[in-house]
């Protein structure tokens, strides 16, 4: 899921499992000592393919659908109690659906947190500063209760929605432990599929934001890598000896300290300088992906969106130069009016019985300092699963246009970021970049990681 931003970019999610809470008896709420010496935690993440509606959106990120969410299961509380949630690298705060009443307590809520069932549960207070400065980068601002409780409210663009109080708790990470880090504990949502969604106990938010889950653990870097064959996954929160031995390719993340209406601050953003089809750089010039003096343009990196969305000037350009080296190769659809998700336009029949795909050439995404994101020819084109024309099935190219969802920004998803190490090195600003295979990367680190179904 996203961040918040003005221009009302709605992403759709990737999802991992883990939840956080805070301290309400301190005002300034620090991690426990233990934490900064604490060993790196390797997690599996394992992949889901669930509906177009059964994940909450957020209202400021891509109006679009998805159908992928990435799952990591934790324990919280004090005894502690098993949660599902969704990784997001461009939302802020983590919550849980929460169980507080004795209403909720007669359902069967399996996926809902109990706080009454945790010593170690803390409700903030609005006069906190917690409450009162830490989330000044939500959307909506965060409010007093009748119990004058710290108050969040999420809305989405489905007219899906979560609201509740801020709090404290305790989070254990494999064999390690995190106390007094703050999340929502949400006691009302709304979703268009209550339950698809409630499969899940909540969202995990890691982007910049001051309570974002990563800000308040402290580690200097976090790193993950996804499958290309069975969209299994890893979770590396610190430093591992793994990724000190990759060959990484960095590009900095970009900074704008002046607010602007279509900048979101704690995304993370970098400069995207130039496409490749194959090895042919598309003719644009490279201040077509800079931002804007509104911070429109800008390319964030995110977790929570499937796919990658470029701007039309830019999406057009790609559309033009991969229709122009597969001509003769791959037969298009030729229905103007199926769009997939609303902003993928160019897509190809493939015969069903055809067990390959033909030779497809690479999609690049260059970006300042050298880096790249080079997607195979099999990952440029998705197989849209529900859709069949006769006898051919109906394949997409994996880039979408921004201006068909209103959008004013480059994002790119985690479709493209598979068998690639990903890491976030928060500490000295930047993202690192390297190709491995994340099966491999997972036995490195002793986790055996679950398969789901090849979904391409």
Known sequence: MTGFLEFRLLRASFIITLFFHLNHQCFTYQLQPQLQRQQPVALPLETREVSPDSIPRRPSKLAFRHNVSLTVSLTVGTPPQNVTMVIDTGSELSWLRCNKTSQNKSQSCPTSFDPTRSRTYS??????????????????????????????????????????????ETFFTGPGQIGGLVFGCMDSTYSSNAGEDSRNTGLMGMNRGSLSFV????????????????????????????SLALSLNYTPLIQISTPLPYFDRV???????????????????????????????????????QFTFLLGAVYNALRAEFLRQTKGILRVLGEPDFIFQGAMDLCYRVPINQTTLPPIPPVSLVFQGGAEMKVPGNRVLYRVSDQVRGSDSIHCMSFGNSDLLGVEAFVIGHHHQQNVWMEYDLRKSRIGLAYVQCDAAGQKFGIGMQSSPNRE
């Open 123 to 168: 409700p903030v207070s609005c006069n906190s500063t917690t409450c009162t400065t830490k989330t000044r980068d939500f959307q909506i601002p965060a409010s007093c209760d009748s119990n004058q409780l710290c108050h969040a409210v999420l809305c989405y663009a489905d007219a899906s929605s979560s609201e509740g109080n801020l709090a404290s």
């Open 267 to 305: 995304a993370y953003t970098v400069q995207l300088q130039g496409i490749k089809v194959s090895d042919r750089l598309l003719p644009l010039p490279k201040t077509i992906f800079e931002p804007d003096h509104t911070g429109a343009g800008q390319t964030m990196v995110d977790s929570g969106t």
């Open 215 to 242: 800000s308040q653990m402290g580690f200097p870097k976090f790193s993950y890598c996804i499958s290309g064959s069975d969209f299994s996954g890893l979770l590396l929160l610190g430093e591992g000896n793994f």
